[in-house]
């Protein structure tokens, strides 16, 4: 699942109650997003309205589950 770092930060801000400091502390200790994406198969763009979201979920549900 992917975000803007701007928005990934704010999200985080209101959901965990960290400061900015600890967020990127916290992704220090984490691999890169590029290198997350690069080894990623499948890349779910969390950046929009929640049906958005939902509905790349749903599709690649329905790929894994007719390709096993």
Known sequence: ?????????????????LDKNQIVMREKHQFPVGYKKRHSQIIIDNSGA????SR?????FNFISHTL
Do not use: C, F, G, S
């Open 50 to 53: 929640l049906p958005e979201t």
């Open 56 to 60: 790349q979920v749903k599709n690649i």
């Open 1 to 17: 699942v992917d975000t803007p770092a701007e928005k990934r930060l704010k999200r985080i801000k209101t959901a965990r109650k």
